[in-house]
């Protein structure tokens, strides 16, 4: 999803940073601060966010903000849903997402895909 | 805690998000396809005490999930197969194996009540997460409603791709109710395709984090006030900050 929405936008990703956190390799506007918010989500701590928070307000305006705690919290569940029931990697992204691009970005040194060997 | 969904909220959330977190507490306290009103709500309370859970921090922290060994922190009231499952999906899911759900299984669970048990995790840890992204108290968990479960089992549910039955769109009949918008839709869609009721809840609510279906695959559109790679970084970023491979 990512890969494909960037190339339509013109947008630069390094897939590296899906994992290992944003570089100069990406250029999605805005990236730095949507990427702290989503990592702070992720921590759960709370100062953390509150700042965060204000940074992608003051950047991108409430409703971006919102948006972006929206999404970010969606996938808080789609994860469990598909590691929980077991839903297969080799399906994602309707079975686009091929081991080249797993390993671009870093994602076949998941446990998962470790324990599937 | 509030009584409504971002009640007290400094900004200003759009009126269909507090709508849809309004449906899901309502729906998640009514009886559902294999639990009761009142055991669905305490698997939510269960899903909230699983985030103070010192084991599961334990877990967590482990280099390996099967390293370590001890005792859930929990309300008791659920069984032990209960309290597992969704201690372990809300703090690692990134590490759970088909070996450990058996497991589960094997502990007196049925797979549809695995299956009913995993969206309302899903459905609470979105939901209670977007209140605190927002800064906003949890919701309050609301009453449970009395009534019986449905205990309705899709005929065409097998277990193929996944650890767990799924209904593939071919498989789908008149009884399941609509089941799917498309017979492409991805996976991850018919995750919970077991319990057609929880799937339907859980996306109606989902959707209104992210978006509908139809526009997963229109790349070159967004409905939200973020550009779809803004909203596909953030996306993955979480995502792999869960170790999901999906």
Redesign the interface.
């Known amino acids: 999803m990512l890969r494909e929405s960037t190339q339509i936008a013109d947008n630069q990703v390094d897939l590296k940073d899906v994992t290992q956190g944003l570089s100069d390799g990406t250029q999605i506007p805005n990236a730095d601060v949507l990427v702290n918010f989503a990592e702070s989500i992720v921590s759960r701590d709370i100062a953390r966010i509150a700042a965060a928070r204000l940074a992608v307000a003051d950047t991108l305006g409430n409703d971006a903000m919102v948006d972006a705690a929206a999404v970010a919290s969606a996938f808080h569940g789609f994860v469990r849903i598909a590691d929980a029931i077991g839903i297969p990697y080799t399906t994602a992204a309707q079975g686009q997402d091929v081991p080249e691009i797993r390993e671009a970005a870093g994602i076949n040194d998941f446990y998962r895909i470790q324990e599937a060997g | 805690m509030s009584s409504l969904p971002f009640e007290n909220c400094d900004?200003?959330?759009?009126q269909d998000?507090i709508d849809a977190h309004q449906e899901a507490w309502s729906r998640i306290a009514s009886p559902g396809t294999w639990l009761t009103g009142e055991r669905r709500i305490a698997v939510a309370a269960e899903i909230r005490q699983a985030?103070a859970c010192d084991f599961c921090q334990e877990i967590k922290d482990a280099l390996s999930p099967n390293a370590v060994s001890g005792t859930h922190t929990a309300t008791g009231a659920l069984s032990d197969a209960e309290v597992e499952?969704i201690h372990r999906?809300?703090a690692d899911?990134?590490?759970?194996?088909?070996p450990w759900?058996q497991e589960v299984l094997a502990g007196g669970l049925s797979e549809g009540e695995y299956?009913e048990i995993?969206?309302i995790?899903?459905?609470t840890?979105?939901?209670d997460?977007?209140t605190?992204?927002?800064?906003v108290a949890d919701t309050d968990l609301p009453e449970a409603v009395a009534g019986e479960p449905t205990r309705y089992l899709p005929p065409g549910a097998k277990v193929e791709?996944?650890?767990?039955p799924?209904v593939e769109p071919e498989d789908v009949v008149e009884t399941d109710e609509p089941l799917y918008p498309s017979p492409?839709v991805?996976?991850?869609y018919?995750?919970?395709s077991m319990v057609p009721e929880s799937m339907r809840n859980?996306w109606a609510m989902?959707n209104?984090?992210?978006m509908p279906g139809e526009y997963?695959y229109q790349?070159?559109k967004t409905i939200?006030?973020?550009?779809?790679?803004?909203?596909?970084?953030?996306?993955?970023?979480?995502?792999?900050?869960?170790?999901?491979?999906?």
């Open positions: 900004f200003e959330v759009r998000l985030r499952l999906v809300v899911p990134g590490r759970l194996s088909q759900s299956v995993v969206g995790i899903a459905s840890m979105i939901m997460t977007c605190m992204a927002l800064g791709a996944a650890w767990l799924v492409k991805g996976y991850i018919r995750g919970l859980y989902a209104a984090h992210y997963i790349f070159d939200r006030a973020l550009e779809r790679p803004q909203m596909e970084l953030i996306a993955a970023r979480v995502s792999a900050l869960h170790q999901c491979a999906y």
